[in-house]
Nanobody, 120 residues
Framework: QVQLVESGGGLVQAGGSLTLSCAASGIIFSIDAMGWYRQAPGKQRDLVAAITSGGSTNYADSVKGRFTISRDNGKFTVYLQMNSLKPEDTAVYYC??????????????WGQGTQVTVSS
């Protein structure tokens, strides 16, 4: 089974920056799409940004121009650089990935989430 572990969340003032990381571990054959989602209290979990194994990216309109998703395929890690943070970016951020393990089994997995709080 492939596990995802996020890190890098925290408390930051509006206008500040944070970088989230998500590392996949286990017996991994390949990872296709990786993405970041977020969920604020009382709201649904929404896509923030996604990236394919080839580097194609997709962003939510609310974060375009402020957030950048990237990945290191050799390390099975995806990053989310968040700049010009706003209080409305406050949420639990979750990593998601489509993977194939060493036995050929496919997964769509989630990390445990990391809290991002932006103070005004």
């Amino acid at each position: 089974q492939v596990q995802l572990v996020e890190s890098g969340g925290g408390l930051v003032q509006a206008g500040g920056s944070l970088t989230l990381s998500c590392a996949a571990s286990g017996i991994i054959f390949s990872i296709d799409a990786m993405g970041w989602y977020r969920q604020a209290p009382g709201k649904q979990r929404d896509l923030v940004a996604a990236i394919t194994s080839g580097g194609s990216t997709n962003y939510a309109d609310s974060v375009k121009g402020r957030f950048t998703i990237s990945r290191d395929n050799g390390k099975f890690t995806v990053y989310l650089q968040m700049n010009s943070l706003k209080p409305e970016d406050t949420a639990v951020y979750y990593c998601n990935a489509d993977s194939v393990d060493g036995y050929g089994k496919t997964y769509n997995g989630w990390g445990q989430g990391t809290q991002v709080t932006v103070s005004s």
